[in-house]
């Protein structure tokens, strides 16, 4: 199927571009000694004409037949390039930009490419029980690695202290993989996934 770019998208989300939409699919978790369960699973990648993707991620156990048993979790968040933020950026806070944005043109965004011929990027991660993510890592092509630079947990949150995430464009599928460090445990796998567009 092919992806038409958006003619109101910012220059700097083009390497992002890709993800934009909604993805529905399933997959398949577990962690360490944990028995292996499916869930459906709907991801949708958004924009609102500023530079950045606004990510929400929702899930739901299902069983055998693929019906759903019941919620399973929800995450939002926000993912862009990696860049030094300046007035054309919002914030902090309700701060307002300037009306020019950062990056205007395609060459504006190339000189962004780092040395692996690729983009450096940012995604902050939220999550229901008092946790939070912050991922950094790397897009090429249709390819981007994650690992988490920081997680902040709440006084009463569970162990979490580190992940990383893979997504890839596969055959017009995004594909995923998510590894955890949690519960005592060192990083190992935890979940994966085929989402098709919907």
Known sequence: MPFELPTDLTPELVPLSWLLGS????????????ESQQF?????????????????????LIDEDGHRLRPLTLETGIWQLDRPQNDADSGPG????DIVPALRTADDVEELRNDDGGFDIVATIVHPGGVSELYVGQIKGPRIDLSTDAVMRAPGAKDYRAATRMYGLVEGDLLWAWDIAAAGRALQTHASGRLHRS
């Open 23 to 34: 993805w529905t699919g399933t997959g398949v978790l577990g962690y360490a000694d944990e």
């Open 94 to 97: 309700m701060l307002p930009a």
């Open 40 to 60: 459906e699973q709907q991801i949708t990648f958004a924009q609102n004409g500023l530079p950045y993707l606004i990510y929400t991620n929702e899930s739901w």
